[in-house]
T-cell receptor
Framework: ETGVTQSPTHLIKTRGQQVTLRCSSQ?????VSWYQQALGQGPQFIFQ???????GRGNFPPRFSGLQFPNYSSELNVNALELDDSALYLC????????????FGPGTRLTVL | AQSVTQLDSQVPVFEEAPVELRCNYS??????LFWYVQYPNQGLQLLLK??????LVKGINGFEAEFNKSQTSFHLRKPSVHISDTAEYFC??????????FGEGTQLTVNP
């Protein structure tokens, strides 16, 4: 059984560009959550997808958007990148929405120059 | 809305000493509580969780935590730490399960 995987590992972009980050959930999990972790801080909830529908969103602007596919993998898209978007982006999958434990991937380190 | 406060940003200890990492939460409804560990340049690994039942929860790597509803705390403890326990530790809370709210983290440094 494979765990949560994310790609790419590292990414460098410039201000104004767009980026897509990818996440494959753990086998049997239908829920994916995305978090942003700025340097020296705790992760901040961006949004969650449950069976291809958005199921909760944190305090992030609309230029942060996502998708979940029928195989429950997910993408995080960020448009019009800003310097403050530089962070570790973490994906977590869980068996279902609710109180199920979230299992995290290794993250994607995004640097915006 | 819920919030989490980790009372110590850094905790240095000597190897084989006991350690306690403190976590307080705020919520108007029932909560579910988690401790995660993050090693350098890695994602988060679940140490333990409290969903219901016994207030003393045992996790991996010899860690345990106690849920105290009256004091709204969920402190993490280990009786004897190893060098390999050096990492960042995050306390997290959820009420609905759709989002985890994390504290700012506690850097545990175990010195020889």
């Amino acid at each position: 059984e494979t765990g949560v995987t994310q790609s790419p590992t590292h990414l460098i972009k410039t201000r104004g560009q767009q980026v897509t980050l990818r996440c494959s959930s753990q086998s049997g999990h239908n829920t994916v959550s995305w978090y942003q972790q700025a340097l020296g801080q705790g992760p901040q909830f961006i949004f969650q997808y449950y069976r291809e529908e958005e199921n909760g969103r944190g305090n992030f602007p609309p230029r942060f958007s996502g998708l979940q596919f029928p195989n429950y993998s997910s993408e995080l898209n960020v448009n019009a990148l800003e310097l403050d978007d530089s962070a570790l982006y973490l994906c977590a999958s869980s068996l279902s929405a609710g109180t199920d434990t979230q299992y995290f991937g290794p993250g994607t380190r995004l640097t915006v120059l | 809305a819920q919030s989490v406060t980790q009372l110590d940003s850094q905790v240095p200890v000597f190897e084989e000493a006991p350690v306690e990492l403190r976590c307080n939460y705020s919520s108007s409804v029932s909560v579910y509580l988690f401790w995660y560990v993050q090693y350098p340049n890695q994602g988060l690994q679940l140490l333990l969780k409290y969903l219901s039942g016994s207030t003393l929860v045992k996790g991996i790597n010899g860690f345990e935590a106690e849920f105290n509803k009256s004091q709204t705390s969920f402190h993490l403890r280990k009786p004897s730490v190893h060098i390999s326990d050096t990492a960042e530790y995050f306390c997290a809370v959820t009420t609905s399960g759709s989002r985890l709210t994390f504290g700012e983290g506690t850097q545990l440094t175990v010195n020889p």
